[in-house]
């Protein structure tokens, strides 16, 4: 069992910025190609080249006798891979219509599913500071956004449900860091993943080109990196801490969509930026207190 650490939000606030900065990246790649692919099939080969590029790492620590693969709980590890699968197939869905800091913004209501889980589900304390950065980040979101009477597309409730679910696998990762090596909470995840994704992309599969392939593999070098970081910052800080943290997510992908997809967001998503960028700062000054 991985000894106790103790609380260092500040790290943890740098860690998590890290990690969504690598995912902002694969959300980018992802964008590209998911019209050229079923979802399910990128999730499958994206997580076995995963495992591939974690062969060196799996063959050292079974060698070693270290015992960091061992795991008492394989129903923790399914549950957060197929809660992980409900959220990245959904947001690729999701993908398939809407402009990059549309989706990522509409994903901003993760840290309310957070920070309320992790109060249930992990009886971690939620001070007061927190659920104010969720709430002021929040109405960036709104600011960006701009909810009327029309309704919410398919595509929107999508986000939604991957929000939610991804909230959920994010508080289950907290939980596992406790008692899992962070090898083994990689390796289970993308092994599930392969499986579960697999079985459920083999009747439609399609031949991947090299450069597809090529691309996948890059996606899948990022996302391992950003699940390093992330398990860092769950090390670090309660799942409440680094959720806010989310919202950097937004800058990244109004770049990308303006400089990639030709996407020129309008004066509110600046206010909305600025609104989010805000409660990131309101969280860092006030953890240091």
């Known amino acids: 069992m991985p000894p106790a650490t103790a609380e260092r939000p500040l790290a943890a606030i740098a860690a998590q910025l890290v990690c969504f900065t690598f995912i902002s990246a694969n959300d980018v790649i992802v964008k590209l190609i998911v019209a050229e692919l079923p979802s399910w099939q990128i999730i499958a080969v994206r997580s076995g080249f995963g495992l591939a590029l974690l062969a060196p790492a799996i063959l050292w620590r079974l060698a070693d006798g270290s015992g960091r693969l061992v795991t008492r709980r394989i129903g923790a590890h399914v549950l957060r891979a197929g809660l992980s699968a409900v959220s990245i197939v959904t947001y690729f869905e999701a993908l398939r219509e809407l ?3 549309v989706a990522t913004t509409i994903l901003f209501v993760t840290p309310f599913f957070v920070v309320a889980l992790s109060g249930l589900a992990l009886r971690e ?88 392939m090529a691309i996948i593999a890059c996606v899948a070098a990022i996302q391992l990196i950003a699940q390093q970081f992330m398990m860092v910052a769950f090390r670090l800080a309660s799942a409440s801490v680094t959720a806010p943290l989310q919202y950097v997510q937004l800058i990244w992908s109004v770049l990308a969509g303006w400089f990639i997809f030709g996407v020129i967001p309008a004066l509110n998503v600046f206010a909305g930026a600025a609104i989010i960028v805000a409660s990131g700062l309101y969280l860092i000054l006030s953890e240091r207190r």
């Open 125 to 212: 304390r939620v001070p007061a500071n927190r659920w104010i950065a969720v709430v002021i980040g929040f109405a960036g979101a709104l600011v960006i956004i701009k909810p009327d009477t029309s309704g919410i597309s398919m595509a929107a409730l999508l986000v939604v449900v991957s929000a939610a679910t991804w909230a959920a696998t994010m508080v289950a990762m907290r939980d596992m860091t406790r008692t899992e090596s962070s090898l083994a909470i990689i390796v289970y995840f993308n092994l599930f993943l392969v499986i579960i994704a697999g079985s459920l992309a083999w009747p439609l599969w399609q031949p991947l080109s090299w450069r597809i």
């Open 99 to 101: 402009d990059l800091p």
